[in-house]
C-alpha cells in the first residue's frame, strides 16, 4: 500500500533552517510528481512546493520563494523541502501527498514550530 512518511519537524528560533524529508513506499516513486503542503492551526491546507518525477521543474508558494528548496533523491524514494530563514508564520504541520490517478494520498504530517 501507499505510504508517504514525513520526518525532521521541530521547535526552532526564527531565522533557523530545517530539513524535511518524506519517505515514500507502495508506488513508482520516480515516474510521480511530489509535493509538499503545510496547514496551520485554524487555517487551510495550503500548498508550500511541488517538484516533478525527474526534479527538473519545481513550483513554489509566493510566501516561500527564495527561503524554501523542495528536490528528490529517486534512488532513496525521499522528498525533501529544506526551508531556511523560517519566520513565525511558518508553524505549521508539513504534508506530503501524491495523486495517483485520481486518489490523494498524504503523509501523517510532521509538526514545524517556529518560536523563540
Known amino acids: 500500500q501507499v505510504q508517504l512518511v514525513e520526518s525532521g519537524g521541530d521547535l526552532v528560533q526564527p531565522g533557523g533552517s530545517l530539513r524535511l524529508s518524506c519517505a515514500a513506499s507502495?508506488?513508482?516513486?520516480?515516474?510521480?510528481?511530489m509535493s509538499w503542503y503545510r496547514q496551520a492551526p485554524g487555517k487551510e491546507r495550503e500548498l508550500v512546493a511541488t517538484?516533478?518525477?525527474?526534479?527538473?521543474?519545481?513550483n513554489y508558494a509566493d510566501s516561500v520563494k527564495g527561503r524554501f528548496t523542495i528536490s528528490r533523491d529517486n534512488t532513496k524514494n525521499t522528498v525533501y523541502l529544506q526551508m531556511n530563514s523560517l519566520k513565525p508564520e511558518d508553524t505549521a504541520v508539513y504534508y506530503c501527498k501524491v495523486r495517483l490517478f485520481r486518489t490523494e494520498y498524504w503523509g501523517q504530517g510532521t509538526q514545524v514550530t517556529v518560536s523563540s
Open positions: 507502495g508506488f513508482t516513486f520516480t515516474t510521480n510528481v
Open positions: 517538484i516533478t518525477s525527474a526534479g527538473s521543474t519545481t
